[in-house]
């Protein structure tokens, strides 16, 4: 499971809510990174070998082997192409946005 | 009941770090703080005193290493003087923007150029603005006692602010008087250990010392600036605590001396107040209406005191180990503009464009129409946050 | 301790940050904090992992942590291991600090000093992009030969940086006879993992200065970060290489180096260059390894 974005936060409405002493939760994500895409992972699974490269070498982490094929979180994706340009079996193509 | 001692200030002041129980000590040495720093590795050496004693290798690594012992939830203390200080200054504003409460002591001594290691306040009066704050002490005594009273100040869940205790280099540190020290069981009830949310807790992961834009930079300062006007009642407070428990008052913020009947005053600062003591009490036996104000805190200042007595005595000087070059100096400059009242012209401070935060048109015209409403006689805030969200 | 990718948490703790498309820097982050877990006390000064990850309300760093001033790293890292002895935290608590080459070979390098040599117990990471990668791109102590940054622009009268060797933070570290020190590369995680992990396990000062290339910086698509950082290693321009024990190990030497030549030209910092710069290159590079191969024999 990846991180969750905090989709109710709501920014501080008095004095109270301040972060005290720039101080404030560990972890905590408002904004996706999806924004910064234009390409996207899509993986041809016939001929993933479960290597695992594009796993490690995500600068994200944003791709997940937890369960029986790797999967993306489309909201911390920011299509930089690496795991299509590293995969020993190419079986990721990157693909345009809304494409 | 204590004990008795003929210590110098600098050691007197090590006894009241001692008594505070830091769990870390980390300092760099600099005359003429050096000898407080060398009496608490004796402690520890001679097992007076449970801490750990970081040996860095600068001051900026002394206030950072503090800062990351703060951090922990630890108590901790540290020292320096001049460019020592100096060298420290980007750390002080780290500490007190965080709102860790880091106590330290500062042998004021000058700061170079000419290269000179004696003391003057113009090392301390350079953080002016550092967000410490800054209590100066007049004997080796009280340099004990405000160094307790120091961290139940830093330490006041509502205070949360840092604090530097301010001892004249050599006419202080190196100079040996009758001392009481107090009991640590005393101390210990008098200064419970320090407790704190805001720390590096696995239990409740933070961000310390986070990143905040124009859209909340404000509010935050605003909690540091009520921050200090809190410390200003606590020094009062925990002084006349720390009196009840251990028979010694240093009267808060600030002592009046014989200014009952006084035409001539004089404000004084750390060890000339001493002096100036002394000479008030021969001047009086000469019949001469003087008196002393005795300045204990610097920042906060007590400005409510200051113009309260404006008018009041015939003359007032102000006493000043420093200078803001191209202007007066420090201190007079702050008592003068505390007691404008007199001068005629209706002013209020407007603080605005904090950490990049827009100041718009809008905003000026509001300022405009605060002026307006002095001249028509009607009362506004001295000092107005513009552009503040609530 | 072999690392082995499916044996990895899928736990991220270094997530949903803001850095460009392609960072290594903060892919160092996370391979790292996959090592050490959730007992990891984090610090970082002024750099662009602390400018990408803790902006309020947004926090990209799943455990506690701080970010320091600019030359503070090792010296607030430093008070967080005693004061965390001190208060009787766990031993087996990471105290990691993450930093760039700027805030580690230049402006943080006293404190960094200061912490090693009183051997405090932390670990400490220099993600080396070649430069002041935060700022926009200007030239640090660990810039290479030749490098177009933006205060060594490459002009007329410029061949851009022209440092003859990039500072070395291994050497120096290991002149401060710490327990541990390696350097490593994102592009080859499996190493770089093993050495956090080795580090992770040793008391006292611990380094790792592992090369992170910066498609922004350099000039190369995101893409290509991987790519680039093997042919860094396969040319010689960087080395995987350890000093544990008083012992230095070269722990990957190319019988043969690719030429610099390819790899410079994949880089737009470097498209200036010449083939006699080329060859000046090489000669460094030389000059270096028979440096690090006379080390590891000592």
């Given amino acids: 499971m990846k991180p969750k974005r905090d989709l109710d936060f709501k920014a501080p409405a008095s004095m109270e809510e301040i972060p005290f002493g720039a101080s404030f939760p560990a972890g905590h994500l408002v904004n996706p990174n999806s924004g910064y895409r234009t390409f996207a992972p899509k993986f041809d699974y016939d001929k993933c070998i479960h290597c695992l490269f594009c796993f490690v070498y995500c600068p994200e982490g944003a791709i997940s082997k937890e369960g029986e094929k790797l999967t993306v979180d489309m909201d911390y994706c920011k299509g930089c192409g690496i795991c299509a340009h590293e995969c020993p079996k190419k079986c990721i193509s990157m693909v345009k946005e809304g494409e | ?390 | ?298």
């Fill in chain 2, 1 to 390: 009941m204590g004990t008795k001692a003929f210590l110098s200030a600098n050691e007197a002041a090590a006894h009241g770090v001692r008594l505070a129980r830091p769990k870390v000590i980390s300092a760099y040495p600099i005359t003429p703080q050096t000898t407080l720093v060398e009496k608490l590795a004796d402690f520890i050496a001679d097992g007076q005193l449970d801490s750990k004693y970081m040996m860095v290798e600068s001051e900026h690594s002394a206030m950072a290493s503090a800062l990351g012992v703060s951090m922990m939830g630890a108590r901790v203390f540290t020292a320096s003087s001049s460019q020592g200080l100096l060298y420290m200054c980007e750390m002080l504003s780290y500490v007190s923007g965080a709102r860790h409460p880091v106590v330290m002591a500062d042998a004021n001594r000058s700061t170079a150029t000419p290269w000179n290691i004696y003391g003057d306040h113009r090392d301390a009066m350079a953080m002016r603005d550092s967000g410490f704050v800054q209590l100066y002490v007049e004997s080796g005594q009280e340099a004990l006692d405000t160094m307790i009273q120091a961290y139940k100040l830093a330490e006041d869940p509502q205070v949360m602010l840092p604090v530097m205790v301010n001892l004249d280099g050599f006419t202080l540190t190196h100079t040996y008087d009758l001392v009481d020290i107090p009991d640590q069981d005393d101390v210990d009830r008098f200064l419970p250990p320090f407790q704190t949310k805001m720390k590096l807790d696995f239990d409740n992961p933070q961000v310390l010392c986070g990143t905040i834009g124009p859209a909340f930079h404000t509010e935050g300062r605003i909690q540091q600036c009520e921050a200090f006007e809190v410390a200003k009642k606590k020094i009062a407070e925990i002084d006349a605590e720390y009196a009840k428990m251990f028979g010694r008052s240093y009267h808060g913020m600030y002592e009046e001396y014989k200014c009952e009947d006084a035409e001539q005053v004089l404000v004084a600062t750390g060890s000339l107040a001493g002096t100036t003591r002394v000479v008030v009490d021969e001047l009086r036996a000469e019949g001469r209406k003087v008196g002393m104000i005795k300045l204990r805190s610097f920042r906060p200042f007590p400005k409510e005191f200051f113009a309260s007595i404006s008018g009041k005595y015939k003359a007032l000087g102000v006493t000043d180990k420093s200078i803001s070059f191209g202007f007066d100096g420090t201190i007079y400059g702050d008592v003068k503009a505390s007691m404008y009242g007199n001068c005629g012209t209706k002013m209020a401070n407007f603080i605005c464009g904090l950490g990049g935060r827009d100041v718009s048109k809008d905003m000026i015209v509001e300022m405009f129409d605060v002026l307006q409403n002095l001249s028509d006689g009607k009362s506004e805030d001295e000092v107005q946050f513009i552009g503040k969200r609530w």
């Fill in chain 3, 1 to 298: 301790m072999a690392i082995v990718f499916k044996d990895l948490p899928d736990e991220e703790l270094i997530y949903g940050q803001k850095s460009c498309q392609g960072c290594a820097a903060l892919l160092a982050a996370r391979l790292t904090m996959k090592v050490l877990g959730k007992k990891t006390m984090l610090a970082c000064p002024a750099c662009c992992f602390a400018a990408t990850t803790s902006v309020y309300p947004e926090s990209a760093v799943f455990v506690p942590n701080v970010v320091t001033a600019f030359p503070a790293l090792a010296s607030t890292l430093s008070g967080m291991a005693v004061g965390g002895e001190a208060m009787g935290l766990d031993d087996d608590v990471t105290y990691l600090g993450i930093g760039g080459d700027g805030g580690t070979v230049d402006i943080g390098l006293q404190a960094l000093s200061g912490a090693a040599e009183r051997n405090e117990n932390i670990l400490y990471i220099c993600y080396d992009n070649e430069a002041y990668m935060n700022t926009g791109v200007q030239r640090s102590g660990a810039t290479p030969y030749g490098a177009s940054t933006t205060t060594t622009p490459a002009g007329i009268c410029s061949k851009g940086c022209d440092n003859t060797f990039k500072k070395s933070l291994f050497e120096i570290m290991a002149a401060h006879r710490v327990p541990y020190i390696a350097t490593a590369s994102t592009s080859y995680p499996k190493d770089f993992m093993e050495k956090v992990a080795k580090a992770k396990a040793k008391k006292g000062t611990k380094i790792i200065h592992v090369m992170a290339p910066c498609p922004t910086g350099w000039g190369y698509s995101g893409e290509k970060t991987i790519e680039i950082g093997k042919m860094a290693v396969e040319c010689g321009l960087w080395y995987l290489a350890e000093y544990e024990d008083g012992k230095y190990k070269l722990n990957m030497e190319p019988k043969e180096f690719k030429p610099v030549e390819t790899y410079l030209k994949a880089q737009k910092r470097f498209k200036h260059l010449k083939e006699e710069d080329f060859k000046r290159i090489e000669g460094y590079r030389d000059a270096d390894w028979e440096r690090l191969r006379r080390l590891v024999q000592m």
